[in-house]
């Protein structure tokens, strides 16, 4: 399977797919020091965010997807350096509406977890016209 949505994702900010199936995705980030958020090299959690994002978007792999919402639990610091991988599983759909549950760890050590409502729309969010 390939990759139908968010085409133009930079693979060094959001990561690259791994792995991608009906309804899931797996996408791993390797984390620079241009995420650091400190000099101890703290990773900034929009970083991990934009990984679990593009974990979900891939999931539900429709090019006209977008994220409505999102509900996440940081609980885990990511050091720079440190590779990430996300694993997204649609849990729910409902005409346009998907839920996506998105898992990112550092190895087994689990640093974020989230629920992300997406909605597949007709057309790209950002085409005009009837």
């Known amino acids: 399977m390939s990759p139908n949505t968010h085409l133009g994702i930079d693979p060094t900010l959001c990561g690259g797919p791994v792995r991608l199936g009906v309804g ?3 996408v791993r980030l390797e984390t620079t020091a241009a995420m650091g958020a400190d000099a101890r090299g703290l990773v900034h ?3 991990v965010f934009g990984l679990a994002d593009y974990a ?7 090019p006209n997807v977008v994220l409505g919402a999102a509900e996440t639990r940081f609980l885990a610091p990511v050091q720079v350096g440190e590779e ?4 997204a599983e649609v849990s729910g759909e409902k005409g346009r509406k ?3 549950e998105v898992v990112a ?9 989230g629920s992300f409502t ?3 729309l007709d057309r790209h969010v950002l085409e005009t016209g009837g």
């Open 56 to 62: 979900a978007m891939l999931a539900v792999n429709d």
């Open 105 to 113: 760890r550092v190895g087994a050590r689990e640093v974020m977890r």
């Open 24 to 26: 899931s995705a797996v």
């Open 118 to 120: 997406c909605f597949v």
């Open 98 to 100: 998907r839920v996506v």
């Open 84 to 87: 990430v991988e996300a694993s």
């Open 45 to 47: 959690g929009g970083f």
